[in-house]
């Protein structure tokens, strides 16, 4: 873990060339990926075990530590298999584990504790509530979400938990774990690693009446800025993550990992941005400022990096329009110049065919030279993008053919003319792609430094200590015994000059301490010998932990053992055994979000009644509705959310603060399915928690919805009928309409009903709350009634019906359907068919 007061950075790897691209450029710690099954970024080369293991043993040697991610969500079939990873993981040299997976949380602490285990983002913890509820799982860290304030990160620092934040990188418009666009638009779940990133396509915002509302000109930053507003298609597309600029801020907040995004990145950006945070972190814990020209340096290396223009909005606490790429998704690179001047050149010609009686063809190429003015250095090789000023989407890219400092003029061969003011961008950077070519191939990325104590005292054997200059370790040599010179004595300069020649091994002197007596005489390669020996004896040292676990690390449990530790568990919790459970009769529920809704679902025969806090705050609403709570709980978020959590009371709880907030009032907290439930481990991890009822995840199969319900001891409900949540936003997708009125209470915009379509034509319904946040439902509304059969019999009892976007007539309609489907498989007769336009989710099409 981060020693105190000092932050540690944090970079991706994706496989073994970024990842010692991060260990060259100063990584305290590398998180990465061990084969392609289970972590959150599947799609990466990531490791196989004979290189994560030579990785691991370079880092090490290095001072760096090694993360392991499985950060998703794992079926039940899966657990022993993921415990076989994480266990070859920790004997290859692993330090910690990043998990999202509350079930595989539980199953690692159980099976080794001695592991240290790391809560991801993706496990959507936002709080202080949540990070204490983490520490008593036995959490060693928490990953928060991106989303919150350096007010909050400090509130929440105050638990004594480490802290990790992201602090470069790649934004994603949901709150990290309960997004579900990528599944329901295509199958690739970002719970299971496979994001297709459909927040980077383009959508258009439409009113009720089916009508394009314009995306309003946006400036641009930069030079760019004297570029008219251009507008845009991408209203899901946030800028990246940049917090170089307040390291002393986070330090002071209580941060101890600052975050780089970016496995699936490549060596260059990897080697530039770390190597930059590297720069701006050492001086902040120095107390010494990088001077303007540092600074400007550290800027121009993270612009020069894949970017989409930089935001550090969150971390101040705000989320408007500036904090998004509207008009594109891809990389800005960094602004250097314009052109001044273009002229065509002479049309080429290229003969093909004849020969033979064939005929000639002949092919024409235009080509332009095209004049720029630099305001920042360029290098050779360099790739720019040239954008006008009058169409900016009618781009072209050149290539630079010399270095050329500010201010100088020069000229590139372009594919056609462009017109004069279009803006000139870096968006490749050779310099940086050759020097992460040349540090990823290296067999040492980075030599860790050693303080050097030579003792060369006659009639003793000759001395080498030496000692990590960060004070992990320490070990020594002994060799010959020293006697007096023949001929000429060694001086203490000679020793400097020849233990210090430590060459390609992972050491360099940091400083010596030579004590020896005058006279004394020896061979150098003898002294050699002893350095060596001495070096060896300290990689030894910094390895001997990691050996050492082969004889102290138990087996990974099988199915069978899985199985028995979890009947202890729920022994030990005093869970009742699920097979003696006597179920409740199976009902039609309801999510609804006005009072005249609830009141229909009611007379419509729902048993259970759901309306969010917001809701039920306003408006006169029948007895007995369920407060069902956010899946967003921030500190924030404590005094409008915890009031609906009441001894004895059901309530519906979206995350795990508020969780343990029912628990510890001794309420009746049911999980909905924004915490994930694919296992049986997860499910009694649950209920050990106290959950009264489960709400199983839309991404389950209907053979694991049947598999997993049996397995519960309390009720286990599933939404059956309306559209599925697919994401949920700090960032208020009406923003894009630029007529945000700062108050979510009178806005306009707020009671309109907007969609928005993407590019196949799909409307994906959005509506923003009184909080400012956004939700966007599924393109295609549900319908699983056909299958409540099965539900049922598996022992699904709640069969919920989203009526959020519904009026109250249709509201009752769905009800009625849910409870004709429960009476139909109550009397052994098919239910009705599908609705016409509707989907089975994925009850029949499971998740990637």
């Given at each position: 873990?981060?020693?105190?007061?000092?932050?540690?950075?944090?970079?991706?790897?994706?496989?073994?060339?970024?990842f010692?691209?991060?260990?060259?450029?100063?990584?305290?710690?590398?998180?990465?990926?061990?084969?392609?099954?289970?972590?959150?970024?599947?799609?990466?080369?990531?490791?196989?075990?004979?290189?994560?293991?030579?990785?691991?043993?370079?880092?090490?040697?290095a001072?760096?530590?090694?993360?392991?991610?499985?950060?998703?969500?794992?079926?039940?079939?899966?657990?022993?298999?993921?415990?076989?990873?994480?266990?070859?993981?920790?004997?290859?040299?692993?330090?910690?584990?990043?998990?999202?997976?509350?079930?595989?949380?539980?199953?690692?602490?159980?099976?080794?504790?001695?592991?240290?285990?790391?809560?991801?983002?993706?496990?959507?913890?936002?709080?202080?509530?949540?990070?204490?509820?983490?520490?008593?799982?036995?959490?060693?860290?928490?990953?928060?979400?991106?989303?919150?304030?350096?007010?909050?990160?400090?509130?929440?620092?105050e638990?004594?938990?480490?802290?990790?934040?992201?602090?470069?990188?790649?934004?994603?418009?949901?709150?990290?774990?309960?997004?579900?666009?990528?599944?329901?638009a295509?199958?690739?779940?970002?719970?299971?690693?496979?994001?297709?990133?459909?927040c980077?396509?383009?959508?258009?915002?439409?009113?009720?009446?089916?009508?394009?509302?314009?995306?309003?000109?946006?400036?641009?930053?930069?030079?760019?800025?004297?570029?008219?507003?251009?507008?845009?298609?991408?209203?899901?597309?946030?800028?990246?993550?940049?917090?170089?600029?307040?390291?002393?801020?986070?330090?002071?907040?209580?941060?101890?990992?600052?975050?780089?995004?970016?496995?699936?990145?490549?060596?260059?950006?990897?080697?530039?941005?770390?190597?930059?945070?590297?720069?701006?972190?050492?001086?902040?814990?120095?107390?010494?400022?990088?001077?303007?020209?540092?600074?400007?340096?550290?800027?121009?290396?993270?612009?020069?990096?894949?970017?989409?223009?930089?935001?550090?909005?969150?971390?101040?606490?705000?989320?408007?329009?500036?904090?998004?790429?509207?008009?594109?998704?891809?990389?800005?690179?960094?602004?250097?110049?314009?052109?001044?001047?273009?002229?065509?050149?002479?049309?080429?010609?290229?003969?093909?065919?004849?020969?033979?009686?064939?005929r000639?063809?002949?092919r024409?190429?235009?080509?332009?030279?095209?004049?720029?003015?630099?305001?920042?250095?360029?290098?050779?090789g360099?790739?720019?993008?040239?954008?006008?000023?009058?169409?900016?989407?009618?781009?072209?890219?050149?290539?630079?053919?010399?270095?050329?400092?500010?201010?100088?003029?020069?000229?590139?061969?372009?594919?056609?003319?462009?017109?004069?003011?279009?803006?000139?961008?870096?968006?490749?950077?050779?310099?940086?792609?050759?020097?992460?070519?040349?540090?990823?191939?290296?067999?040492?990325?980075?030599?860790?430094?050693?303080?050097?104590?030579?003792?060369?005292?006659?009639?003793?054997?000759?001395?080498?200590?030496?000692?990590?200059?960060?004070?992990?370790?320490?070990a020594?040599?002994?060799?010959?015994?020293?006697?007096?010179?023949?001929?000429?004595?060694?001086?203490s300069?000679d020793?400097?000059?020849?233990?210090?020649?430590?060459?390609?091994?992972?050491?360099?002197?940091?400083?010596?301490?030579?004590?020896?007596d005058?006279?004394?005489?020896?061979?150098?390669?003898?002294?050699?010998?002893?350095?060596?020996?001495?070096?060896?004896?300290?990689?030894?040292?910094?390895?001997?932990?990691?050996?050492?676990?082969?004889?102290?690390?138990?087996?990974?449990?099988?199915?069978?053992?899985?199985?028995?530790?979890?009947?202890?568990?729920?022994?030990?919790?005093?869970?009742?055994?699920?097979?003696?459970?006597?179920?409740?009769?199976?009902?039609?529920?309801?999510?609804?979000?006005?009072?005249?809704?609830?009141?229909?679902?009611?007379?419509?025969?729902?048993?259970?009644?759901?309306?969010?806090?917001?809701?039920l705050s306003?408006?006169?609403?029948?007895?007995?509705?369920?407060?069902?709570?956010?899946?967003?709980?921030?500190?924030?978020?404590?005094?409008?959310?915890?009031p609906?959590?009441?001894?004895?009371?059901?309530?519906?709880?979206?995350n795990?603060?508020?969780?343990?907030?029912?628990?510890?009032?001794?309420?009746?907290?049911?999980?909905?399915?924004?915490?994930?439930?694919?296992?049986e481990?997860?499910?009694?991890?649950?209920?050990?928690?106290?959950?009264?009822?489960?709400?199983?995840?839309?991404?389950?199969?209907?053979?694991?919805?049947?598999?997993?319900?049996?397995?519960?001891?309390?009720?286990?409900?599933?939404?059956?009928?309306?559209?599925?949540?697919?994401?949920?936003?700090?960032?208020?997708?009406?923003?894009?309409?630029?007529?945000?009125?700062?108050?979510?209470?009178?806005?306009?915009?707020?009671?309109?009903?907007?969609?928005?379509?993407?590019?196949?034509?799909?409307?994906?319904?959005?509506?923003?709350?009184?909080?400012?946040?956004?939700?966007?439902w599924?393109?295609?509304?549900?319908?699983?009634?056909?299958?409540?059969?099965?539900?049922?019999?598996?022992?699904?009892?709640?069969?919920?019906?989203?009526?959020?976007?519904?009026?109250?007539?249709?509201?009752?309609?769905?009800?009625?359907?849910?409870?004709?489907?429960?009476?139909?498989?109550?009397?052994?007769?098919?239910?009705?068919?599908?609705?016409?336009?509707?989907?089975?989710?994925?009850?029949?099409?499971?998740?990637?």
């Open positions: 873990m981060a020693h105190k007061n000092v932050i540690e950075l944090l970079a991706p790897a994706g496989g073994p060339e970024p010692n691209a991060a260990l060259a450029a100063g990584a305290d710690a590398i998180y990465c990926g061990l084969g392609n099954n289970f972590n959150a970024r599947r799609s990466a080369k990531n490791f196989d075990d004979a290189s994560f293991g030579d990785a691991c043993r370079r880092a090490h040697l001072g760096t530590r090694v993360y392991v991610t499985v950060n998703v969500a794992v079926a039940t079939d899966e657990i022993p298999r993921v415990l076989g990873l994480v266990r070859r993981a920790w004997l290859l040299g692993a330090d910690a584990f990043i998990i999202q997976d509350w079930g595989l949380f539980a199953q690692i602490r159980r099976t080794w504790p001695q592991i240290e285990t790391h809560v991801s983002t993706q496990a959507n913890v936002h709080d202080a509530r949540g990070v204490a509820w983490c520490r008593g799982l036995g959490a060693d860290r928490v990953t928060l979400s991106r989303e919150l304030s350096l007010p909050e990160i400090a509130r929440i620092a638990e004594g938990v480490e802290l990790e934040c992201f602090g470069h990188g790649a934004l994603c418009f949901c709150y990290s774990g309960v997004c579900m666009m990528s599944s329901l295509g199958g690739r779940s970002a719970n299971r690693g496979l994001c297709a990133q459909p980077r396509l383009p959508y258009e915002l439409v009113d009720e009446k089916g009508e394009l509302v314009p995306i309003p000109d946006v400036p641009t930053a930069g030079m760019a800025e004297k570029m008219r507003g251009v507008g845009g298609t991408r209203a899901l597309c946030p800028k990246d993550y940049c917090t170089v600029d307040h390291i002393d801020e986070m330090i002071g907040a209580g941060v101890g990992s600052l975050k780089v995004e970016g496995r699936m990145k490549a060596p260059d950006y990897v080697y530039q941005v770390v190597g930059a945070y590297r720069q701006a972190i050492d001086a902040s814990i120095a107390g010494v400022p990088l001077s303007p020209e540092e600074d400007h340096a550290v800027h121009r290396q993270l612009k020069r990096a894949f970017n989409r223009d930089f935001t550090d909005a969150y971390l101040l606490g705000e989320s408007d329009n500036r904090m998004m790429s509207y008009e594109r998704s891809n990389n800005r690179g960094e602004t250097v110049g314009e052109v001044v001047a273009s002229r065509p050149l002479e049309d080429s010609f290229e003969r093909r065919g004849g020969g033979n009686g064939g000639t063809r002949m024409r190429f235009t080509r332009a030279e095209v004049t720029i003015r630099l305001a920042e250095p360029v290098g050779a360099d790739l720019l993008e040239l954008r006008p000023v009058s169409d900016p989407t009618q781009f072209l890219t050149v290539n630079v053919e010399r270095d050329a400092a500010a201010g100088e003029t020069i000229t590139a061969t372009a594919a056609r003319p462009i017109e004069a003011g279009a803006v000139v961008r870096v968006i490749r950077s050779q310099a940086a792609m050759d020097a992460a070519a040349r540090v990823s191939r290296a067999d040492i990325q980075r030599k860790r430094r050693v303080d050097v104590r030579v003792v060369a005292r006659l009639g003793e054997p000759f001395r080498v200590e030496l000692s990590c200059a960060d004070g992990e370790a320490s020594s040599a002994e060799g010959f015994v020293v006697e007096a010179a023949r001929t000429k004595a060694v001086a300069e020793l400097v000059e020849h233990v210090g020649r430590m060459g390609g091994g992972p050491f360099e002197p940091a400083s010596f301490d030579v004590q020896m005058e006279g004394v005489g020896m061979s150098f390669s003898a002294v050699h010998k002893v350095r060596a020996a001495a070096v060896r004896a300290l990689e030894e040292t910094l390895l001997a932990p990691y050996a050492e676990r082969e004889g102290n690390t138990a087996s990974a449990p099988s199915d069978r053992a899985v199985a028995y530790r979890l009947g202890e568990a729920r022994a030990a919790a005093r869970i009742a055994d699920p097979a003696t459970v006597e179920r409740e009769e199976p009902c039609a529920c309801a999510l609804v979000a006005d009072a005249d809704c609830a009141r229909a679902a009611f007379e419509a025969g729902a048993a259970r009644v759901y309306a969010t806090a917001d809701d306003r408006g006169e609403w029948p007895e007995g509705v369920i407060a069902w709570l956010d899946e967003v709980c921030r500190e924030g978020d404590h005094d409008r959310l915890d609906w959590v009441v001894k004895g009371l059901p309530v519906a709880v979206g795990v603060s508020e969780l343990a907030l029912a628990a510890q009032r001794g309420a009746a907290p049911e999980v909905r399915s924004c915490i994930p439930v694919h296992n481990s997860c499910v009694v991890a649950l209920e050990e928690a106290g959950a009264a009822g489960l709400w199983l995840s839309p991404e389950l199969t209907l053979e694991q919805v049947c598999e997993l319900a049996p397995r519960a001891s309390v009720p286990v409900g599933l939404m059956v009928l309306g559209r599925e949540r697919a994401m949920t936003s700090e960032h208020c997708v009406l923003q894009v309409t630029g007529k945000c009125v700062h108050n979510c209470e009178v806005c306009p915009q707020r009671r309109r009903r907007f969609s928005l379509k993407d590019i196949d034509g799909k409307l994906l319904p959005v509506r923003t709350d009184v909080n400012g946040r956004s939700r966007i599924s393109a295609y509304p549900l319908d699983a009634t056909p299958q409540a059969v099965e539900l049922i019999e598996a022992g699904v009892t709640r069969l919920l019906a989203d009526c959020t976007l519904l009026t109250p007539k249709e509201t009752a309609f769905s009800v009625e359907r849910i409870g004709r489907a429960i009476d139909a498989a109550r009397a052994g007769r098919a239910p009705h068919a599908r609705m016409q336009g509707a989907t089975s989710g994925h009850l029949f099409s499971g998740i990637g």
